[in-house]
């Protein structure tokens, strides 16, 4: 594809790319209110309004607005979130819309070239584009605010306020929404796959809610090598390195350090064995856990939750 066209495509998506400003109320350690002002990024995914962002842009905001790349400023309303996957929804009303089109990050590749996109100042000439390549697919990485798994590593420079922000291949697609990079280090940051918010944004506009089954904890695949480090007395299985408070997962009784060796009866050898039980499962399903806790074996009743 020649520059020229990639430099349209370019052109085109960033029209769809908003910037997003909340107020926050929060409160001193006098109890005094104080409000304070966040800023991200977001894009437009249909004619109707709704805009996709990341879920920590928004949060406990008391007050969302948005503005256009022509300069509108309107009010948004948060019509749904998905923490577990860092994603939300906003609506605005506004005439003139230009929504981006969505890919299928499914067939996302190592090396293929793509574009980060932000509008974290709403500034006039436009949105910010940096470009770089796919690093690397399946991440996971840990935060104060949870882990987040599958996630896109890119090279693309991806600064605090284009977080929300779109991910495009060089043809204007969405793959993925920008969403994190490390401190301090070059080079590194981390996207969530587009697949995974469409599913949040189709549960939200059909339901009110995902409804993405929800455990609550976040597990480390057990190998021999861990097996031996930690004095474990299995060598498979998932341990729980953390439960979230009032998941699924602490309301039943799970502890940090437990091992599951089996969901409702299948064997698990892996995360990702987990991980693809959970989701064939659906909110409010009771499953069974085969759970090891130190030295003694049990099972473990869990009513599966909407992930929050």
Known sequence: MAEEDIV??????????????TLKVLHDIFYRVVPVEGMGSGFIVDAKGHILTN??????????????????????????????????????DGEKLEPIELGDSDQIRVGQRVFAIGNPFGLAGGPTVTS????AINRTIHSPEGSFRDLVQTDAAINP?????????????????????????????FAIPINMA??????????????RPWLGISGLTITEQIA???????????LVANVEVDSPADKAGIMQG?????????????????????????????????IVRGLVRGRIEVTLESAP
Not at 270 to 285: A, M, N, T
């Open 132 to 135: 770089g390549v796919i690093s």
């Open 55 to 92: 879920y920590h842009v928004i949060a406990k905001a008391e007050r969302v607005s948005v503005t256009l790349i022509d300069g509108r400023v309107l009010q948004g309303k948060i019509v749904g979130t998905c923490r577990t996957s860092d994603t939300a929804v906003v609506k605005i």
């Open 258 to 290: 437990d091992i599951i060796l089996e969901f409702n009866g299948e064997r698990v050898n892996c995360i990702e064995d987990l991980q693809s039980s959970i989701r064939e499962r659906k909110p409010g399903d009771i499953v069974e856990l085969l």
């Open 198 to 211: 469409k599913a949040c944004l189709n549960d939200i506009l059909t339901y009110g809610a995902t409804m």
């Open 228 to 238: 031996d480090h930690y004095d474990l007395p299995v060598e498979r299985g998932v």
């Open 161 to 189: 306020g284009n977080s929300g922000g779109p991910l495009i291949d060089i043809h204007g697609r969405v793959i993925a929404i920008n969403t994190a990079i490390i401190p301090f280090a070059q080079g590194i940051g």
């Open 8 to 21: 349209k495509v370019i052109e085109k998506a960033t029209r769809s790319v908003v910037n997003i400003n």
